[in-house]
């Protein structure tokens, strides 16, 4: 089921003629980011593993006017990001904005408890995934004048709370990776920057904190101008960790 958003807004930003690639756009926060830069005018590529969610995000950005292509995909499989690189090469030639945005909670459970194979999928899903897109993805970026990319990250990377081992682990070497690839292109025009969006009404939220009433969290349509403004090209910041503040 997909969060309830706002009606998506352009927030004073314009991406027309702009091409954007979204991993984890069939809900939350991936849905609203993907609504607001269609909303400003972006074409949107919605990659999820969810087909029905895609089909409803496509429809919601058609029916107001936005344009955007659906891409069921599966982020850890790493082929396929490469052939969608080739793909979007022949057909657009570059990528304008890249969010990284796919994600997985892991397990909740003491460190010496967690299971192998459920630590390796986190790690598949938040890390491995990450860098096959950015090798993926970043001859694309390179083709644009001002190539912008975002990658969701959370304050647990460096909270280190108890029970949230695995996703604090994964969100730290998330920081690492796109920290030391913003850093390989400081004399170009690539900016690549970590949004924390802090508690946000989202069902990773509600599986985290099962307790917590949702409705005093912001929403995702709440914090998606702070990334549009990332990734506008008049940002300059890059290899940075950018919190969302209410």
């Known amino acids: 089921m997909t969060e309830t958003v706002a009606p998506a807004a352009s927030h004073g930003h314009d991406f027309a003629g702009k091409l954007a690639l979204i991993t984890g756009a069939g809900r939350g926060i ?18 999820s593993r969810t087909q029905g969610a895609l089909e409803e995000l496509y429809d919601t950005i058609s029916a107001a006017g936005g344009e955007a292509t659906g891409v069921p ?23 304008d904005m890249l969010v990284g945005n796919a994600g997985v909670l ?7 408890h967690i299971v192998p194979k459920e630590f390796d999928k986190a790690m598949a899903v938040n890390v491995t995934a990450n860098a096959r897109l950015i090798r993926a993805m970043e001859p694309l970026l390179l083709q644009a004048e001002a190539p912008r990319a975002v990658f969701t990250t959370s304050g647990a990377a460096h909270k280190c709370r108890p029970f949230w081992g695995t996703y604090a682990t994964t969100k730290a070497a998330l920081d690492a990776l796109v920290k030391t690839w ?12 970590l949004l924390s ?10 599986q985290a904190m099962p307790g917590e009433d949702p409705e005093t969290l912001p929403t995702p349509a709440d914090v998606a101008p702070l990334f549009l ?18």
């Open 229 to 246: 403004e990332l990734l506008s090209p008049k940002e300059t910041r890059t290899g940075e960790i950018i919190e969302f503040q209410k």
């Open 73 to 95: 995909m599966d982020v850890t499989d790493g082929d396929a990001l490469d052939r969608l690189g080739a793909s979007l090469n022949e057909r657009f030639g570059k990528l």
């Open 106 to 112: 892991g397990p909740m459970t003491p460190s010496s």
């Open 182 to 193: 913003a850093n390989e292109h400081e004399n170009d025009a690539l900016r690549a920057n």
């Open 30 to 47: 991936g849905w609203a980011v993907a609504q607001s830069l269609a909303a400003a005018g972006a074409h949107v590529l919605l990659l």
């Open 197 to 206: 969006p802090g508690p946000i009404r989202t069902a990773m939220r509600a």
